[in-house]
């Protein structure tokens, strides 16, 4: 089987590859036809407009040399995007760049969006999740209970 050259310096020395500790959001996607699975780790942060953007994305990959490649190929598409660009980065975009994929292996591009699209989805899902502070009413304050002296 024979890869781009793209495909094949992803593979031997991926980018962003690793762990994330205290990700925003944690994807796992697999695909049962080949066995491959993919676990992706995002951090949102702010660009200077105050939009909220990727600011740091890894991924742990177990499968083939062309899931390593897409995974790698993703974390490099999407880092840095505002997450709405983000989530409009496709499997085509990945093979794009990778500048050719074998027609059986087009999956491990699918893995890798669908990997990104994932991790976006349960960050929204949490950030709508998380509960509002309650304002206190300054003028509520707590009474003191007090023991009479006997």
Not at 14 to 18: A, D, L
Not at 48 to 75: H, P, Q, V, Y
Not at 127 to 141: F, G, I, L, R, T
């Given at each position: 089987?024979?890869y ?9 020395k ?5 762990e ?10 697999g ?46 598409l999407?880092k ?71």
């Open positions: 089987m024979k781009s050259k793209k495909v094949i310096e992803h593979f031997r991926p980018h962003n590859q690793g994330i500790k205290n990700p925003d959001s944690v994807a796992v996607v695909n049962p036809v080949c066995g491959d699975i993919m676990r992706l780790y995002i951090k949102v942060g702010k660009n200077k407009k105050g939009e909220e953007i990727i600011k740091d994305i890894k991924f742990e990959t177990l499968g083939c040399g062309a899931a390593i490649a897409t995974s790698s190929m993703i974390t490099d999407a840095g995007k505002t997450l709405e660009e983000a989530y409009k980065i496709t499997t085509k975009n990945v093979n794009e760049e990778l500048e050719w994929l074998p027609p059986v292996k087009q999956h491990c591009s699918n893995l890798a969006a669908e990997g990104l699209h994932e991790a976006l989805k349960k960050y929204f899902e949490k950030k709508k999740e998380k509960p509002k502070k309650k304002k206190v009413c300054k003028s509520a304050k707590s009474k003191k209970m007090t023991k009479k002296k006997s």
